[in-house]
């Protein structure tokens, strides 16, 4: 006898947002990602007046300004698991541009500890999206003119900025020679946890995204550099450079007007 379940799907993106009493005027024009909680703090102090919307588990989200323009930022998740949820509940939500602000693994000898990279791509090499999408050929892109001004801001911020497809694995322990192999034959220049779900779900969604992330170590020399000063720095120069994107972007949008 098989059990037949009473819905579609069990719990959706807008079940989780009634779960946290998240509503789409509450959030911001901008949602701005950091992954861990203490690179969410560096951030908020960055906003005029923050509201918390939500505290759940380890997730928190805030609301504030920033010089007139309404942004919301919420620690998104280290892994790919934590990741799509938070997505998905951002997305959900109605969020109109998404940048998310993370770290990365270099896998070029001319990257070094404490550059940027800009993802306009990714390789999946995680287990969440494929319950997503099915087709193997499938590779999760980033907003291109989002990117674009991503990367002048970047390049404006005076570090070393490299831009290029981002190889997300979660088998961190499992990042073998013959893996990273494939991954760089595949266009690869960074590994991390993250980005080809964040971009996988918010290109469903159709929902503009784009991604930034600073090197804490080389996979290809070995080096660790997370305790790095050179990564410290470049994690907090990310804040600054998302911030300026948004003012580049404001000031495109009055342009415009």
């Not at 007139?68 to 109109?96: M, P, V, W």
């Not at 998310?100 to 999946?124: M, Q, T």
């Not at 999408?133 to 001004?149: E, G, I, M, R």
Request: proline share 3%; hydrophobic share 40%; with cysteine.
């Amino acid at each position: 006898m098989t059990t037949q379940m009473q819905r579609e799907i069990h719990l959706t993106g807008k079940d989780l947002m009634g779960m946290v009493q998240l509503r789409p005027q509450d959030i911001g024009k901008y949602a701005i990602i950091p992954g861990p909680k203490e690179r969410l703090d560096g951030f908020l102090k960055n906003l005029e007046k923050p509201i918390k919307n939500f505290s759940f588990m380890e997730y928190t989200m805030y609301t504030g300004e920033y010089e007139g323009t309404k942004i919301t930022s919420i620690n998104g998740g280290r892994f790919s698991a934590d990741t799509a949820i938070t997505t998905e509940i951002l997305c959900s939500a109605q969020a109109r541009t998404m940048v998310r602000i993370g770290s990365c693994g270099a896998l070029n000898e001319n990257i070094k500890i404490g550059d940027l990279i800009v993802a306009d791509s990714a390789i999946r090499g995680e287990g969440v999206t494929p319950y997503y999408v099915d087709d193997p050929k499938f590779q999760p892109s980033a907003d291109k003119n989002l990117t674009d001004a991503l990367y002048e801001s970047a390049k404006a911020s005076g570090y070393k900025v490299h831009r290029g497809r981002v190889w997300s694995t979660d088998a961190i322990l499992r990042e073998t020679r013959e893996y990273v192999g494939k991954a760089i034959n595949k266009g690869a220049i960074a590994v991390d946890m993250v980005t080809s779900v964040f971009l996988t779900i918010c290109q469903l969604y159709k929902i503009p995204a784009t991604a930034i992330l600073a090197v804490s170590d080389h996979i290809i020399t070995g080096e660790m550099g997370f305790m790095d000063a050179n990564y410290y720095m470049a994690e907090h120069a990310m804040i600054g450079i998302s911030l300026d994107l948004v003012k580049r972007l404001e000031g495109k949008t009055k342009a415009k007007v």
